[in-house]
């Protein structure tokens, strides 16, 4: 049940955060994007400028996670995801900023390298920089079980694991993301407007899950729309309601499941493969903001925003934001696939 009307930013006050993300990251208007749509008013909420090696929007959640590993004494971080895992290299970097050694579980075979620079460039290099310990495993489709693995083997020697889930998305990762929706919040009142929306590509959910609770307690008018790119958008709506659930009871807040919106449609072929429109909105960001999306997340992301904007979501007056959830070094593992 929804309790007083604590306002948003002292009930996050209740959760301590390492420092180590780089926040508020700023939110800039697209106008020249704006003027080539010709749609809603664009603006961006730079959530790729979180700071530590090159951001992204698991820092956030990382920078509460990872303080929970710390004051309960773990020795060791252990995580995973794919080859080109954004989450895992964010997690590799805060594990070297705080002196912890790092343990990745390193999935293969969810998607064909796409480029012969795929296996070891963007992602897969900066693990190697950040002195991550990579273990290859098989993709099975189950994306903790080797990560469980791993923090159970090192249990048996005597190490004190701490595991952080595939993309951080635990309920304190998505409490994290209903920080955005403050920051938010603050930076649109003093740019004086109300977003109709924000927009944002959506796929182990915490992210999504946090901007809904937030925006419920502190931005109801504000609609939060996520971009399947799993091609899985009836998981991904079910993971996204099941951590809001979690995250609203931490938060003593209530939101409307109903409302939960996560549009299928602009993943592409298959998770990991960038399709014409990602390309198009990887160009346009490009050429139009000098904003660095890539072919995983954020490039399909703004495809769909674009999408919907071609449709006629919004009226020309409306102000909507895309959040830039990161993931610019995989750009570099899928160079020579884009023709760019
Ligand atoms: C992980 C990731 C997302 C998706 O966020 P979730 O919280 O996993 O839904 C979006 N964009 C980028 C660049 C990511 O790395």
């Given at each position: 049940m929804p309790g007083d009307r604590k306002p948003l930013i002292d009930r996050l006050a209740a959760f301590p955060r390492?420092?180590?993300?780089?926040?508020?990251t700023p939110l800039e208007p697209m106008k020249r994007l704006t003027a080539h749509l010709g749609g809603p008013r664009l603006w961006v909420?730079?959530?790729?400028?979180?700071?530590?090696?090159?951001?992204?929007?698991k820092l956030r959640k990382l920078d509460y996670v990872l303080h929970d590993a710390v004051s309960k004494g773990a020795d060791t971080i252990v995580s995973g995801g794919v080859v080109q895992s954004n989450s895992q290299r964010q997690v590799a970097a805060v594990a070297a900023k705080l002196g912890l050694p790092c343990h990745l579980a390193v999935y293969h075979?969810?998607?064909?390298?796409?480029?012969?620079e795929y296996e070891t460039s963007g992602n897969a290099f900066l693990n190697r920089l950040f002195g991550a310990h990579l273990h290859d495993v098989p993709w099975t489709?189950?994306?903790?079980a080797a990560i469980r693995t791993l923090v159970d083997d090192l249990r048996t020697k005597g190490r004190k694991p701490y595991f952080v889930p595939y993309g951080v998305s635990n309920v304190l990762g998505a409490v994290a993301y209903a920080t955005t929706i403050a920051e938010i919040a603050q930076q649109a009142a003093l740019s004086g407007f109300k977003p109709s929306a924000i927009v944002h590509c959506s796929g182990s959910a915490g992210t999504q899950a946090g901007l809904i609770v937030g925006a419920a307690i502190s931005m109801p008018d504000t609609k939060v729309i996520g971009i399947d790119i799993d091609a899985e958008p009836a998981r991904v709506r079910t993971d996204v309601v099941g951590l809001a659930r979690q995250a609203a009871d931490l938060l003593d807040a209530d939101f409307d499941e109903a409302l939960v919106e996560v549009v299928a449609?602009?993943?592409?072929?298959?998770?990991g493969v960038p399709h014409a429109a990602t390309i198009e909105a990887i160009r346009l960001a490009g050429q139009t903001e000098a904003l660095v999306l890539d072919p995983v997340y954020s490039g399909k992301g703004l495809a769909g925003l674009i999408a919907m904007i071609r449709m006629g979501?919004?009226?020309?007056?409306e102000d909507v934001i895309f959040l830039?959830?990161?993931?610019?070094?995989a750009l570099f593992a899928y160079q020579s696939a884009l023709g760019i």
């Open positions: 390492l420092g180590l993300a780089n926040l508020p909420k730079r959530d790729d400028a979180t700071g530590l090696g090159f951001g992204g929007n075979g969810r998607l064909a390298p796409p480029t012969p489709g189950d994306r903790n449609g602009h993943a592409g072929p298959a998770y979501r919004w009226r020309n007056d830039h959830t990161g993931g610019a070094p």
